[in-house]
């Protein structure tokens, strides 16, 4: 609450061009920041010595996609240019993680923490989230103006409006979507297993490896049965 007051009164006190300014800066900031990350990822995959390759070079080009996203906000007119700014930055990263499939997340993360149902847990983990954001922003955008409106003329808050207004229109469906989701999750797991990340699906190459097919049939009879009763 007192982050919300006082973002409330430097946005009615600071004039417009400062917090453009401070929007241009903060996206570039945060840019350099994310491309400084990709830098070190890049680094641990390959090894890289030259700090220009993997500090420098990222740190620049995620400054420059930042004051980018920064310019494309402010050109809305918008009121919330921070905000705005935000919600581009973060969209475009979980669209770029949402490209990429699990099972190709899940051979990257047992190169980084072994084979394991943990590697399998931070594929899931990472897919889910990026889609369910999607998910869940495209629903906010969606929702009816009505009860908006009829909310904000009885003189409520900003954050009063949310709760009786914006809230239940998106409790259902951010419902359905986490355990549609959930279902996803459960049949994936057993193909991330095949690719090292643990669990039954693990346990279900090994004993097809080894020719136990009695156990393999029990084991995959019990995956269809977990995922025909959701």
Known sequence: MAASKLGYLVVRHVSRGVLNGLTLALSAVAGALVGVAIGGIIDWFYQLESPLATVVVPAIIGG?????LSVKALR?????????????MSRTVFNGFRSIEPLVMVIIFVVWVGIGPFAGALALALH???????LYSEQVESISTGPLEAVRATGATRLQTIVYAVVPQIIPPYISFTMYRWDINVRMSTIIGFAGGGGIGFLLQQNINLLQYRAAAAQMLAIAIVVASM
């Open 76 to 88: 809305k007119g918008e009121s919330q240019n921070i905000g705005l700014t935000v919600y581009y």
């Open 128 to 134: 889910t989230m990026a889609a369910l954001a999607k």
């Open 64 to 68: 420059i996609f930042g004051a980018f």
